[in-house]
């Protein structure tokens, strides 16, 4: 996978929109192929993928109009039809009709006391074969960096507010082909309109989606006040993995200064309609995770090394695809990246953690 870097500036969100379609067109129209070739090998009729991408523009609609016009923006700028980046923006709506199940995707965790984000995303390497950093500027002169397939608004992040989003998907009983606001939707609103974990937690809890996902929010002031006194509740928490499914929303927070997510619920009401496909690390990736107890660090290779441990390459964390299976099985660690809310700094490298180690000098953004 190719990683680029995208700046729009200070241009209006609505021009940047249309200004991204021009600027990465070939790069989207490529991704929606991919993306129709997937759901064609899942089973899932083109008439399908077409009702669940317009339901869910239209929720995105109701919710959040600005965003709608975006998306309408950035077909028109890549010129190719609105239904392809609805179809793009609404993928994990669309994989919830055909209950995708599979290995992966993608490790979290949030270290409280170094205030800082570290994720692996596990994700079908034929499908993203370049993806985007790309700052942007909200319609209230704040910035956003996040990082996205062609096409779609956000997924990983951080804004200048100091707060960061962290982005696993999970899988419900009470996921549907129904169409609801897409779960990228809701990370992008979250990283342009909350300052909070709370402003995160209410940003969800008012979206009606028809697929799960868990969106991780670190809010920076945790680095101004003691544990002890968020323990006490006399604050916002300082970070939550906010659970988001169409049957309620749950924020779990820390137990300490460590909080860990993979793709299994955590809240008790929600994990007893949790969905855990046969084939997934979830579990072994949670437990190496919370095990591992990283002391603080200045960089993502420092990080990632003490995340691997002693099992280097092989840590559950460096997820590598299996050819025997399908190809729609097949998942590997396309990015490890590092966030600095705080700082506003990201450091990314395009494979495990394990080769973010020996990689060099990482990437910045």
């Not at 991704?31 to 993928?49: K, N, Q, S, T």
């Not at 700052?135 to 996040?146: E, H, I, N």
């Not at 700082?343 to 494979?351: C, N």
Request: overall charge negative; some cysteine.
């Amino acid at each position: 996978m190719r990683v680029h870097r995208y700046d729009s500036g200070s241009t209006p969100p609505l021009d940047a929109a249309r200004q991204l379609g021009r600027d990465w067109s070939a790069a989207i129209s490529t991704a929606a192929a991919g993306y129709r070739e997937h759901y064609r090998l899942l089973g899932i009729d083109d008439p399908v993928v077409r009702r669940v991408a317009r339901s869910s523009l239209e929720a995105t609609a109701a919710w959040w109009p600005s965003q709608a016009d975006r998306l309408v923006a950035t077909a028109e700028g890549a010129g190719i039809p609105t239904d392809d980046i609805a179809m793009l923006t609404a993928r994990t709506e669309v994989l919830a009709a055909a209950n995708e199940s599979g290995p992966g995707e993608c490790s979290t965790l949030v270290d409280l006391g170094s205030s800082v984000a570290f994720q692996t995303w596990d994700w079908h390497p034929q499908l993203v074969p370049e993806a985007l950093w790309w700052r942007s500027t909200t319609a209230d002169g704040q910035w956003v960096k996040t990082f996205t397939e062609p096409g779609m608004p956000a997924k990983i992040g951080l804004n200048s507010a100091g707060l960061s989003v962290n982005f696993n998907i999970l899988h419900h009983t009470s996921d549907s082909s129904a169409g609801g606001v897409p779960v990228h939707v809701v990370a992008r609103r979250i990283l342009e309109e909350a300052r909070t974990v709370d402003d995160a937690c209410e940003l969800a809890r008012s979206a009606p989606v028809s697929a799960s996902s868990v969106i991780t929010v670190l809010a920076t002031f945790a680095t101004l006040t003691t544990l002890a006194t968020l323990a006490a509740g006399n604050e916002s928490p300082a970070a939550a993995a906010i659970e988001i499914s169409p049957a309620g929303v749950a924020a779990v927070e820390p137990a300490g200064e460590w909080l860990v997510h993979t793709n299994h619920f955590l809240d008790p009401q929600l994990r007893a309609g949790g969905v855990i496909p046969p084939l997934s690390t979830s579990a072994q990736r949670f437990e190496h995770l919370a095990a591992a107890r990283p002391a603080a660090t200045t960089g993502l290779a420092a990080l990632a090394d003490q995340l691997c441990g002693t099992s280097r390459d092989s840590a559950p964390i460096c997820m590598k695809a299996d050819p025997s299976l399908p190809p729609t099985q097949r998942w590997q660690t396309l990015l490890s990246v590092r966030l600095e809310p705080r700082t506003g700094r990201v450091e990314y490298w395009p494979g495990t953690p394990y080769d973010a180690v020996h990689a060099g000098p990482c990437l910045r953004f």
